[in-house]
């Protein structure tokens, strides 16, 4: 029983130390721990032998607006390689000379400013360390003050103010840069009507059809049911200039389908022959290749974005972002069998967009 009483007491005198200390101390006051690690901050700052040597400061400035100088030289003489050494069609050297010298110049372009900038950083700019204490969105009015302070004061520790030098050639640097890459999309496009180019293909009345890449001609008889050909113009293959371009905008599908299952148009009847039928090979999205053929559902799928289009109901688009169906090639055959088209596509190939100028 003393032992008892004795716990008791002991209990009842720890519990009024703890009732005494939480009556003496404030609300909501935590306890600071006597070992806590104190802030050592920073170590001093070290100084660069441009913040001592005026000769090293001006020379390095020299050397961040030499760097952003051969950046300007850089673009200029991708400009000039681009125009000096031009792309002849057949000869696979032109091609590397252009790209290798348009591609130095750009690198030269690009290099001199990252170079510059870091080298500007490290041996001109203040080097010594800051802390931005965290603050909510919106400060308070001294505080956007002190912010506008401390941007005065990095921009004066910079010297971008001051360093007329670094700073305008810095700007011609900037300026310069985006000049190569003006040069080159602007050929990306033909020189001549985009439109009038693809409204007119090697496709005629009496131009046989002929196998990719063989250019083979094509009897009806050879297309069965469920079977899909890649199909260029004859003639394709024995072009001298301009062949690629020429076959980007010749190049069809063909398929034959039951003929039961083919809902043409009454303008439309006579644009295929005994279930045949071809239709443009480019995709009206971004003119990509419609390559793959489902036989059981006699759809036709590009592959780059997913357009789909059903062969049965004149190419329309069921899927995708094709803005309209694939163009018909009007076909019939010829007196030996073999499939002719009978005319050029009635509509422009390849993507959609060239329509905005219409």
């Known amino acids: 029983m003393a032992h008892d009483h004795d716990g008791a007491a002991s209990g009842e005198t720890a519990e009024t130390a703890v009732e005494k200390h ?13 070992d806590r690690i104190p802030n050592p901050g920073f170590p001093p700052e070290r100084l660069r032998v441009t913040d001592v040597d005026p000769a090293k400061e001006r020379a390095a400035e020299r050397t961040v607006s030499g ?3 051969l950046s300007v030289v850089g673009s200029v003489l991708a400009v000039v390689a681009y125009f000096a050494f031009p792309i002849v069609e057949g ?8 790209n290798l010298f348009l591609g130095l110049g750009i690198t030269l372009g690009l290099l001199g400013i990252g ?20 603050h909510p969105t919106r400060g308070s009015d001294d505080t956007r003050a002190k912010a506008i302070e401390i941007f005065q004061a990095g921009n004066a520790e910079s010297g971008f103010t001051r360093r007329s030098l ?13 000049i190569p890459a003006i040069a080159i999309f602007r050929d990306l496009a033909p020189a001549e009507d985009p439109i009038a180019l693809l409204k007119h293909t090697m496709w005629e009345e009496g131009v046989r059809l002929t196998r990719d ?6 009897k009806a008889s050879e297309v069965t049911i469920g079977s899909a050909f890649h199909v260029i113009p004859d003639g394709l293959v024995d072009l001298e200039s301009h062949k690629l371009e020429e076959k980007a905008k010749a190049a069809v599908l063909l398929m034959r389908l039951p003929v039961e299952r083919l809902n043409e148009r009454e ?11 071809a239709y443009s090979k480019i995709c009206t999205h971004v003119g990509c290749p419609v390559a793959l053929y489902e036989q059981q559902t006699h759809h036709l799928l590009c592959p780059c974005h997913q357009s789909e289009f059903d062969v049965a109901n004149h190419a329309e688009v069921i899927f995708g972002p094709a803005a309209r169906p694939l163009p018909q090639l009007p076909i019939t055959v010829d007196e030996e069998g073999y499939l002719v088209a009978k005319s050029d596509f ?3 190939v390849g993507p959609s967009f060239w329509e905005r100028a219409l």
Do not use: C, Q
């Open 213 to 218: 890449p063989s250019g083979t001609p094509i």
């Open 115 to 134: 170079i510059g900038a870091v080298h500007w950083s490290k041996a001109l700019m203040h080097g010594h360390e800051l802390v931005e204490e965290r």
């Open 67 to 69: 760097l952003f100088l």
């Open 22 to 34: 939480a009556s003496s101390a404030s609300p909501g006051v935590a306890v600071e721990r006597a």
């Open 166 to 178: 670094v700073r305008n050639t810095l700007i011609g640097a900037l300026v310069a840069t985006p």
């Open 346 to 348: 009635t509509e422009p």
């Open 91 to 98: 000869d696979p050297s032109t091609i590397r000379l252009n």
């Open 267 to 277: 303008d439309r009847k006579d644009w295929s022959y005994d279930g045949i039928v």
